[in-house]
């Protein structure tokens, strides 16, 4: 059982872990409490939002739309890796899921085929909505994964989950039937809970190092022989020339 950080507590976790974060206007009210429950949570979410254009998709996702009233998510993760902060508490990003899923989330154990629309996610899981068409073919800049794997294990982290696998973090498609999110983002969730585990290794503000250039060996010295076999040669080419 897991209650939901506080507002405070779940930015100060995604600063610690160097992301990089824009707060709405009155993100950290802005909810569907009134609509049901919120916690305890289990995990966290990630989707994509099928927009384009970061300023609309952020007001989307904070305000919703008549069939499905915002916020969408606690969220934005821009192209750019920047994450717009739109709302706080129980939100419309899960839907209905399987609970078979749910169970292996909080065991950390390995996710079973989601078969089932019967269990509220809404109230179980801190979503993150991604910045993407999902058609895969809309890339996926390194920032915005980065921002993904940090957000991510910024929540583990806080939470203390992540102990006993690394099942934390899901993707809508692995929670919903008929869900595709996020489509085509590189090494698929599999590639973002690994990463995230990495994290998990080292401090919140770690960074990889990023990869050294290849460095030339210097060159050998010439042998003795070498030295005077060159030395015999100049010789000759020498006495060519004045003879």
């Known amino acids: 059982m897991a209650a939901p950080l506080s507002a405070a507590a779940f930015l100060a976790a995604l600063r610690a872990e160097g992301v990089k974060v824009v707060e709405t206007s009155g993100w950290r009210t802005h909810n569907r409490n009134t609509k049901g429950a919120w916690g305890p949570v289990h995990g966290l979410m990630i989707h994509h939002t099928v927009t384009k254009g970061t300023a609309s998709t952020v007001r989307i996702c904070r305000d919703g739309y008549a069939a499905l009233p915002g916020p969408l998510c606690h969220g934005v993760i821009a192209k750019d890796g920047t994450v717009h902060l739109v709302g706080y508490g129980r939100a419309n990003h899960a ?18 085929a989601d078969n089932e629309a019967n269990t509220d996610g809404n109230r179980h899981f801190y979503g993150f909505e991604c910045e993407n068409l999902g058609d895969g073919k809309d890339p996926w800049p390194a920032a915005q994964r980065d921002a993904i794997v940090r957000a991510s294990a910024a929540l583990v982290r806080a939470h203390g989950w992540g102990k006993d696998g690394d099942t934390s973090v899901i993707g809508h498609s692995e929670w919903q039937p008929g869900k595709i999110d996020p489509k085509g983002i590189s090494g698929g969730m599999a590639g973002i809970r690994a990463d995230a585990a990495e994290r998990l290794k080292h401090s919140a503000g770690w960074s990889p190092s990023a990869p050294k250039p290849p460095t030339t060996p210097a060159p050998k010295p010439p042998t003795d022989t070498e030295r005077i076999t060159a030395l015999e040669k100049r010789v000759t080419a020498l006495e060519k020339r004045t003879s």
């Open 95 to 112: 839907g209905l899921g399987d609970d078979d899923v749910l169970r292996a989330v909080i065991a950390e154990k390995a996710l079973p």
